[in-house]
């Protein structure tokens, strides 16, 4: 039988903004709780990156 791992990828931390802890960054969200285009990209890069095997 084949074993696959799994991971957990960091999706909350790349959308929060350093300077206002469990807030998104304005230029990631459309209305502070819902990522914007910009914010959906930079998630697929981190899923892109990690099906890719490079981190």
């Known amino acids: 039988m084949?074993?696959?791992?799994?991971?957990?990828?960091?999706?909350?931390?790349?959308?929060?903004?350093?300077?206002a802890r469990g807030r998104m960054r304005h230029a990631l969200t459309i209305d502070g709780d819902h990522p914007s285009v910009a914010g959906y990209r930079r998630l697929g890069a981190l899923v892109a990156r990690a099906l890719d095997g490079s981190r």
Do not use: H, T
Not at 6 to 19: H, K, N, R, T
């Open 2 to 19: 084949r074993r696959r791992q799994s991971g957990v990828l960091p999706f909350y931390e790349a959308l929060e903004d350093p300077a």
